[in-house]
């Protein structure tokens, strides 16, 4: 599936027209703000509160929502110095890192993120969001099937991208710290004529830096562009463009061996690969969301969105160990090359509408919707054996023995897979004002899902209904007490459904209970959050003991079960005009609860789910200096115990960073940042035995130039 620049001029002038008929609606006093989202307060603090969200649909209000929300704002990202997203874990409630852009999300392993609540991600496979085209980070808590369509029960990960702004403003970063590191990048924004009808944005970053693992460097350029076009006093078009590309030397990485303690069995920068290997991303996206109001207490979004994504690697896969001096102690990872290629692309559409009307003198609140997903994906890959590739001592790597330029790769068999995903669904959700004080939310959604394996011509096609429902009772206006119950789907992957290993399979489900209060209090200087889970998620597929083993594949069973169960907390204060503090908790209890005996569920240790912390928790505390404007931030990081998916043990770890903000005028700024304060040698997650644990960095330091309009 291809969809051309041109179809997304068409789109872009097709929704002009459109829009152009619509009768002109405006609140007295709007002026050009006449297009709202819906509001949502993420935290509490004056400096990094949040105005608006597109994650929870069909709610005005934070104390309306009956489920968790955490929203990390400009500031916040700012503040942190973040770059991608694996930065920002820390400050949500419920997630941990697993491994590349992957996350434990209350106790489950996944890697969903959406654009503007669309479909289409651009970082495929093994390449992490980046955030410089980002205005705010929105997660969602548990299920969101009702909402989203199919999808992983833990919650969702919502990227806000930044669009044209009202007034004019420019921004410039020069970025220099250790690991050769060094940056650039810029961004500027405002009307492009007098009248203010038409806005645009156009931004630049490229960084470079050379990390602590072996052979690694990493490039980065994005380039992002849109124009916004007002139209009428009711509706406006935006429009959006951004390009990504990625140079990963020495990647795609894998962990540094452990022993069965989680002991590192090498220093934290060894690495299987050579310094030849590679692994590179050239991603485009394209989208275009029309929002309108053509009548009091009507609001629309159509949108559409469009991505190709290529990402090409080279890797050695450490594949097991050798004790070459037979001291009985590993000293040696057998490695094999990897040579593949994946190429993506998707195209979403999307159209929402709600409607405010009164019922009998009661506030109520209608929302509709409907999406269509396609995405195609091809992928080819070849595998040089471990018997023809060197192996690499732990203690002395000695590189320079293996590429792919030592090899005749064209002798290698290769094997390909080319698979079109197709989802499509609607939804219907009501929001009803029993009283001033009880509220009432119920939604349903039917999706359809069409898998198909182009290679083979198997087809897979299902559907289910998904649902959502909660009441919320205001103790008063600051204070709501929530329950809420929700529902997810997820098809089956296409390899899994093949009949010879006993498919096709109905989808994995997921539910969820939730109950908790959220305060914002004085105000909404200090906000408290707190909520209470359980998650169960079935039809989990595992190897079926009794099945057929004379046709070569492994029979599999849709019979496994796992179950969370857990709390979270989060506070957001303004201790003071000037001191700012962030704190959050999170613990949860994953375990097996229904499978085999002797079989064993994916990413899974006996009972217990790999790389889920019973607890986890962060802070950050922002104090500026009166009168000199100095800015001191600290932030902290704690993660539990856990275990590998092999079962070795992935040890605890607490580390912390800080962030100094000197203003030098009204323009310029100096951000020093520092990761990893005291130079923790840790485990930020656990993987398999033959490829270890994933090291976290270790103390990384910049300086940035900031200069803002």
């Not at 057998?334 to 195209?347: F, I």
């Amino acid at each position: 599936m291809k969809f051309p620049f041109k179809a997304f001029c068409l789109f872009t002038a097709s929704a002009a027209a459109m829009v152009a008929a619509l009768p002109a609606h405006a609140e007295a006093g709007d002026d050009d703000d006449t297009v709202t989202e819906i509001v949502v307060t993420g935290r509490a603090q004056t400096l990094y509160r949040v105005g608006a969200t597109s994650v929870v649909r069909g709610a005005d209000d934070p104390l309306d929502i009956p489920q968790s929300v955490t929203i990390l704002n400009a500031a916040l990202i700012e503040d942190q110095g973040a770059r991608d997203m694996t930065d920002l874990y820390r400050n949500i409630a419920g997630i941990t890192t697993f491994s590349y852009s992957g996350v434990t999300f209350r106790g489950f392993r996944q890697d969903q993120v959406f654009y503007d609540s669309l479909r289409g991600n651009p970082f495929i496979a093994f390449s992490v969001p980046k955030l410089f085209n980002i205005e705010r980070v929105e997660v969602l808590k548990g299920p969101a099937g009702m909402l989203y369509g199919p999808g992983e029960p833990g919650g969702l990960i919502n990227y806000v991208t930044k669009t044209p702004t009202e007034e004019l403003a420019a921004s410039a970063d020069l970025t220099l710290g250790n690991y050769d590191r060094y940056g650039a990048s810029g961004e500027i924004s405002g009307p492009l004529n007098k009248s203010g009808t038409i806005l645009g944005r156009a931004g630049a970053l490229y960084e470079d830096m050379k990390p602590f693992r072996n052979n690694t460097h990493d490039k980065s350029t994005i380039l992002d562009g849109g124009l916004t076009f007002k139209l009428g006093e009711a509706a406006r078009l935006i429009t959006q463009v951004a390009h990504y590309d990625q140079k990963m030397q020495g990647a795609r990485l894998r962990g540094v061996p452990v022993d069965d303690e989680g002991n590192f069995l090498a220093d934290i920068s060894w690495n299987a690969n050579e310094p030849t290997d590679f692994l590179n991303l050239k991603a485009t996206t394209y989208q275009a969301r029309l929002q309108a109001e053509p009548g009091e207490g009507i609001s629309t979004e159509v949108a559409v969105r469009y991505f190709t994504a290529l990402e090409r690697q080279q890797y050695h896969e450490p594949r097991g160990f050798l004790d070459t001096d037979n001291d009985g102690l590993i000293d040696s990872s057998l490695r094999e090359l990897r040579d593949q290629e994946r190429e993506t692309d998707g195209l979403t559409f999307s159209g929402t509408a709600s409607f405010d009307r009164e019922i009998a003198g009661h506030k109520n609140k209608v929302l509709v919707g409907a999406d269509w997903y396609r995405e195609d994906a091809t992928f080819w890959g070849r595998t040089v054996p471990r018997g023809d590739v060197t192996p690499l001592d732990l203690e002395d790597p000695v590189y320079g023995t293996s590429g792919a330029s030592m090899y005749d790769l064209d002798s290698y068999a290769l094997r390909s897979t080319n698979t079109r995903s197709t989802r499509y669904g609607f939804y219907l959700q009501d929001q009803f004002a029993v009283t001033d004080r009880l509220i009432l939310i119920g939604g349903v959604r039917y999706d359809r899902f069409d898998d198909e394996d182009l290679v083979s011509g198997e087809n897979y096609s299902n559907g289910d209904w998904t649902f959502r429902a909660g009441p919320i009772f205001k103790l008063r206006d600051d204070v709501s007490l929530y329950a809420s119950w929700s529902q997810s789907f997820e098809p089956q992957s296409v390899s899994s459904q093949d009949p010879l290993a006993g498919g096709p399979f109905n989808p994995m489900t997921g539910e969820q209970w939730e109950a908790g209060i959220k305060t914002a209090l004085l105000d909404g200087a200090v906000q408290a959050n707190f909520a209470v889970y359980q998650i169960k998620r079935q039809n989990m597929l595992q190897t079926d003991p009794n099945g057929n083993a004379t046709d070569g594949v492994d029979d599999l069973t849709p019979i496994g079960e796992v179950t969370a169960k857990g709390f979270e907390v989060e506070i957001s204060a303004d201790l003071t005009r000037d001191w700012v503090l962030t704190a959050n908790y999170g613990y949860n209890d994953t375990r097996i609860t229904g499978t085999v005996e002797g079989q064993s569920l994916t990413n899974a240790v006996g009972d217990r789910f790999a790389n889920a912390p019973k607890h986890q928790a962060g802070l950050w505390t922002r104090y500026q200096l009166p009168g000199i404007g100095t800015t001191v931030a600290v932030g902290a990081e704690y993660v539990s115990k856990r275990l590998s998916i092999d079962g070795q043990t992935v040890k605890a770890y607490t580390i912390f960073d800080t962030s100094l903000i000197q203003p030098i005028n009204d323009n310029i700024s100096v951000l020093l940042r520092i990761d990893n304060l005291f130079d923790k040698e840790y485990a930020a997650s656990g993987f398999i035995e033959r490829d270890g644990h994933f090291p976290g960095e270790p103390r990384t330091a910049f300086v940035e130039l900031r200069w803002k309009l």
